[in-house]
Nanobody, 126 residues
Framework: EVQFVESGGGSVRAGGSLRLSCSAS????????IGWIRQAPGKEREGIAC????????WYVESMKGRFTISRDSATNTVYLQMNDLGPEDSAIYYC???????????????????WGQGTPVTVSS
């Protein structure tokens, strides 16, 4: 069973930064993708970024490039999402997710992932 421990969410004022963390366990296959998806109240889920398990390459939804940066620490099986210059539009629940196959487009745009974390809320005030 794939398990997630997510942290780093909270409340921040506009212009501030947060770093989300996700420690994943329960799988050993390197041919996967792991990353972040968010959902604001009343809105559809949207992909943010993911990393290929095999080579560590980072992939981004175009609108997320610049302010958001995904990274990983292989030693601890942890992925991070650095979020800078946050605005109220970034308020959402942020989910760590894993896709069993390394298909970044499917992960980010179809949101066709196989395992979801519990989510960590982010609130950005004006």
């Amino acid at each position: 069973e794939v398990q997630f421990v997510e942290s780093g969410g909270g409340s921040v004022r506009a212009g501030g930064s947060l770093r989300l963390s996700c420690s994943a366990s329960g799988f050993t296959d390197t041919e996967y993708a792991i990353g972040w998806i968010r959902q604001a109240p009343g809105k559809e889920r949207e992909g943010i970024a993911c990393i290929s398990g095999g080579n560590g390459k980072a992939w981004y939804v175009e609108s997320m490039k610049g302010r958001f940066t995904i990274s990983r620490d292989s030693a601890t099986n942890t992925v991070y999402l650095q979020m800078n210059d946050l605005g109220p539009e970034d308020s959402a629940i942020y989910y760590c997710a894993v896709k069993d196959r390394d298909l970044p487009y499917s992960f980010l745009h179809r949101l066709a992932v196989d395992h979801w974390g519990q989510g960590t809320p982010v609130t950005v005030s004006s």
